[in-house]
């Protein structure tokens, strides 16, 4: 029988696992380089299409892509677009999910006692596994940030979501930060 520390414990598992697929998904957007698709495949493991490994440059090509849906997302999440461009960037996003390599993914039912039902995606390739993250940040509404003081990207509160003009991962960095331009003046 599970006991309630188990299921609490469940959930923030699927949290932490959805936190981690969006700085990831973020890392694939920024690969530009032959070296951070190294980088990127030692942390991550490794990208194939149909059952083989595809070369560097299909990566840069496919992490092009990905980055343009990426920032279509930024812009919809962070900028608080008017309804006529918010639909043009999630149309765009479409297209390119609908050409992604999204390939032998299994949707399988997932029923946990006392909790809601949820449908769950398992690929069996990196790059599905990306084009579905984004495609369950754009359902869950979430993204993530690039702190304004140490730069690092971080997954902020739904409450932080905001149009406000710069992000911090934590309080620290937010005080650190104005301290900082204060100083400066
Ligand atoms: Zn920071």
Redesign the pocket.
């Known amino acids: 029988m599970q006991n309630v520390s188990n299921v609490n414990k469940k959930i923030e598992t699927e949290t932490e696992r959805f936190h981690s697929a969006m700085l990831m998904v973020r890392e694939f957007s920024r690969i530009d380089t032959k070296k951070q698709c190294l980088a990127f495949k030692k942390s991550y493991g490794p990208i194939r299409r149909n059952g083989k490994n595809i070369k560097n440059s299909e990566i840069l090509s496919y992490a092009k892509h990905f980055a343009v849906a990426l920032k279509n997302f930024d812009e919809a999440w962070l900028l608080m677009p008017s309804d006529e461009r918010r639909g043009l960037l999630l149309r765009q996003i479409q297209a390119e999910f609908n050409v992604a390599p999204v390939t032998k993914s299994k949707v399988y039912f997932h029923i946990s006692k006392g909790k809601q039902p949820v449908l769950r995606m398992r690929s069996d390739n990196l790059l599905a596994t990306i084009w579905l993250t984004l495609a369950e940040m754009l359902q869950e509404n979430r993204n993530t940030q690039k702190?304004d003081?140490?730069?690092?990207w971080?997954v902020p509160n739904e409450r932080r979501r905001t149009a406000s003009r710069y992000a911090?991962?934590?309080e620290d960095?937010q005080i650190k930060f104005h301290n900082q331009r204060k100083g400066r003046k």
């Open positions: 702190c003081h140490c730069g690092i971080f911090f991962c934590c960095h």
